[in-house]
Nanobody, 118 residues
């Protein structure tokens, strides 16, 4: 059974950057496509982007494109989300999710709070 454990986040000033990690254990990380989401208070969960199992392809949604970098290091069983030029509206709980299939999210990280102060 794969477990995803997130780290990073916290309180960040507007204009700053964050880097979240999503570390896997208990399975074959290199088979998983990793997707990042966030959910702000009172809002629906928002898809941010994904990285393929090999890391050869990444994508970020339009709302964060240009500020978002998703990557992974299969040797470390870890995926990363970097978000730059942070804005107060980036305040949310951020989640990573993994599965072998695009659009499916069998495994979830515990979520990490990111608060951007103005």
């Amino acid at each position: 059974q794969v477990q995803l454990v997130q780290s990073g986040g916290g309180l960040v000033q507007a204009g700053g950057s964050l880097r979240l990690s999503c570390a896997a254990s208990g399975g074959t990380f290199s088979r998983l496509l990793i997707t990042w989401f966030r959910q702000a208070p009172g809002k629906e969960r928002e898809f941010l982007g994904r990285v393929t199992s090999s890391g050869s392809s990444t994508s970020c949604t339009d709302s964060v494109k240009g500020r978002c970098t998703i990557s992974r290091d299969n040797a470390k069983n870890t995926a990363y989300l970097q978000l730059n030029s942070l804005k107060p509206e980036d305040t949310a709980v951020y989640y990573c999710a993994g599965d072998q299939w695009a659009g499916s999210y069998r495994y979830w990280g515990q979520g990490t709070q990111v608060t951007v102060s103005s």
